[in-house]
């Protein structure tokens, strides 16, 4: 069942002209975001006195966390790509001919967080080998120990575009047309969340969705001059939650809407 549901999945991607635009453009952004951190930092001149040098947020270990950071916001586009994909089925009737053909619903949300999990797995897999390049490229010492010190950030960016596609598979299953999707998302993202954030004084609000998933993501010049390392165990666990729960809301919409 997996096997025919990947095979699905991908023939669809394959075949799909949002898909390949996408997902282009989202490799270009990444680089083009990547070459000007690098360019940038690479460029700035080095005081003798000063007591941090721009070079080590482009070495190992803080290497991973700066280019995860980086591209994470182009890595916007995965999800956005997702809603786009999801509602064009719902609307051209391809969800309809799949319960023809016999897939179960159950097996339409599989195959949909099958979709999510090789993009997720795709974009980190650019991330790892940006990372590692950079790394290389920056770093004096490339002994292995340096190299895996800060590699926890591969889950953590795993992580991070996992869970915001799959809110924005919960979007595009509640709400159906691709317009509406998207502007319902990107206005949740940049000004409800936050806004709730910002009204309500108490730490509930971190458990939050999109909250729980940038959680994960390290800026790690702040983390520099707050001068403590981050703890991602309570944003991992909250994200985990989150994507149950939004599975659960997605499989409930697509078992109960009449197609």
């Not at 075949?15 to 000007?36: H, K, N, P």
């Not at 006195?49 to 995965?78: C, G, K």
Request: proline content about 3%; hydrophobic content about 55%.
């Amino acid at each position: 069942m997996v096997k025919t549901l990947i095979k699905i999945e991908l023939r669809k991607l394959l075949l799909s002209r949002s898909a390949q635009v996408i997902f282009l453009l989202f490799l270009l952004l990444s680089i083009l975001s990547i070459l000007f951190v690098t360019t940038l930092m690479g460029e700035i001149p080095i005081d003798e006195n000063a007591t941090v040098d721009p070079r080590q947020f482009l070495s190992f270990p803080m290497v991973w966390d700066m280019i995860s950071y980086q591209i994470s916001y182009a890595a916007l586009l995965l999800p956005a790509l997702i809603a786009i994909l999801t509602c064009a089925e719902l609307n051209s009737g391809i969800i309809r001919q799949h319960l023809i053909e016999g897939l179960s619903r159950k097996e339409l949300v599989a195959g949909k967080l099958i979709t999510i999990v090789l993009l997720s797995v795709l974009a980190t897999l650019l991330f790892v080998i940006a990372g590692f390049l950079v790394g290389m490229a920056f770093t004096d010492s490339t002994a292995l120990s340096d190299i895996t010190e800060g590699s926890t950030a591969i889950f953590r960016f795993l992580l991070y575009i996992t869970g915001v596609s799959v809110l924005a598979y919960t979007f595009a299953v509640f709400i159906g047309s691709t317009g509406t999707t998207l502007i319902s998302l990107l206005g949740y993202l940049i000004i409800i969340e936050p806004t709730i954030v910002l009204v309500i004084d108490h730490p509930v609000v971190d458990f939050l969705p999109n909250a729980s998933f940038r959680q994960l993501l390290n800026f790690p010049i702040l983390e520099l001059i707050r001068g403590s390392d981050a703890d991602y165990t309570r944003a991992a666990l909250a994200t985990t939650g989150w994507l149950i729960v939004l599975s659960l809301l997605s499989y409930y919409r697509v078992s109960h809407k009449d197609y």
